[in-house]
């Protein structure tokens, strides 16, 4: 283990605290035994978590050989039990949230700077060939990262350099109690049958087969880190969104490596699935605007004003409710006034000898029209909305005040109607609308 070790001793900093993630299983328990013994000569603080997923009589006796070891070492236990999934079976994309969720919470907890993880060079083979078969893009086909540096802390590796074997050695060798989750020998899990089947064949190939797929990793990794860095320096992606004019003249591979950008910053915060055919048929509406795509996953891809966005369906319109007291509505907040310098299309004044009370919040509805004011006529609603460039994803949730007659008083920061006044006029209702 002297390559791990270094790779610990090099890429750890004195007096940091760290957050290790351990099973009991024979990987987890290697890494953090590595670390106990460059904790004293880097005096480190850390911080052992363990994840109970309660799906086997043997978990509470493998929480407690966990607890046991951190005791014996002086290193700090944090336990979360796991009693109940969002379906009644067992979910693994639910567990790993839940497990990085934890692990992210203690990081926090302790201000930790690094978050290590047992994943070795087996694992390494594994991911990146089921990735292949089943098909992914260039930064799937990494697999997994030695170093990945999030904004508040860095997750490291340091096994992906040794294999499966090594550790067992490692292990027998140290007298180092670990446990053996029997999950991992059914050939009913994809993983399961890679590593029966498939890893031996390899290994028989070549000795140091998994150092080979590391620098496979590797070089792949230097050329996505190459195009996230030309897509920021062309400017072609703002606040997740593809600007379409200057992604325009762009080779297909430079459109398509933009949007699968977006799309993994979608899935930092959401399950989101899509499939290769999807993305093409967005690569299609880049240079079409006002057109949307269903992606029948709860998202829709939508070009407008000049922008590729992928955004979350919401199909909920803004509820009817009275307006007549101060009142939060989705992303609005409107306040009653005794008195404003104010004139702006957020501020109105209303005197109600001129209109009906009580007044309304609702969402627009198709034939809605405004008669603006100082204009003589009427103005449809739409055309305001697009005038204004209001996304059509934020049309039902974006609100417009009405009197009990139904006549559309006001669409703040939009558009007053005549019966709004001005500061020189007669009125007794002053309302400020403030967008959260």
Not at 82 to 92: P, R, V
Not at 283 to 292: A, F, G, P, Q, V
Request: include cysteine.
């Amino acid at each position: 283990m002297k390559t791990e070790m270094k790779f610990l001793e090099d890429n750890i900093k004195k007096n940091s605290t760290i957050v290790v993630a351990c099973s009991g299983g024979p990987d987890s328990m290697c890494l953090i035994d590595l670390l106990v013994r460059i904790k004293k000569e880097k005096n480190l603080n850390v911080i052992c978590a363990h994840v109970n997923h309660k799906l086997r009589e043997e978990s509470d006796n493998e929480a407690l050989m966990v607890e046991r070891y951190c005791k014996k070492n002086k290193i700090i236990f944090e336990l979360l039990e796991i009693n109940e999934y969002k379906t009644t079976k067992f979910n693994e994309e639910d567990a790993r949230k839940r497990r990085y969720k934890f692990f992210e919470s203690l990081i926090q907890k302790y201000n930790a700077k690094y978050l290590l993880t047992a994943h070795h060079g087996d694992d390494l083979i594994e991911t990146i060939l089921m990735r292949i078969v089943r098909g992914s893009n260039l930064s799937g086909y990494v697999g997994i990262k030695k170093i990945n540096k999030n904004k508040n802390y860095t997750i490291l590796r340091p096994l992906l350099t040794t294999t499966k074997e090594n550790i067992i050695s490692y292990n027998k060798n140290n007298n180092i109690e670990y446990v053996i989750d029997r999950s991992n020998e059914s050939m009913k899990y994809t993983r399961n049958r890679y590593r029966k089947r498939i890893l031996p064949f390899l290994k028989e190939e070549s000795k140091g087969v998994h150092l080979k797929f590391l620098k496979f990793s590797e070089e792949l990794n230097s050329y996505q880190q190459f195009v996230d860095e030309y897509i920021k320096e062309k400017e072609l992606i703002e606040n997740n969104m593809i600007v379409i004019n200057k992604i325009i003249n762009e080779s297909n591979f430079i459109k398509r490596k933009a949007l699968e950008f977006i799309i993994k910053e979608i899935q930092t915060k959401y399950i989101f699935e899509i499939s290769d055919n999807q993305i093409k048929e967005i690569l299609k509406i880049i240079n079409k605007n006002n057109k949307s795509i269903d992606l029948k996953n709860g998202f829709k891809c939508v070009s407008e004003y000049g922008l590729i966005k992928i955004i979350k369906e919401d199909s909920k319109k803004i509820d009817t409710k009275i307006l007549d007291k101060d009142l939060c509505v989705d992303n609005f907040s409107f306040y009653f006034l005794k008195e404003s310098s104010s004139n702006d299309n957020w501020t109105i004044r209303l005197s109600t000898n001129e209109i009906n009370l009580p007044l309304y919040i609702r969402a627009k509805e198709n034939k809605d029209k405004l008669l603006v004011k100082n204009l003589n006529g009427s103005k449809k609603v739409n055309e305001i909305f697009n005038e204004n460039k209001i996304p059509r994803s934020k049309r039902d949730s974006y609100p417009v005040i009405i009197d009990s007659d139904n006549n559309i008083i006001w669409i703040p920061g939009l558009k007053k109607s005549k019966f709004c006044k001005d500061k020189n006029e007669k009125y007794d209702i002053i309302i400020k609308c403030e967008a959260r």
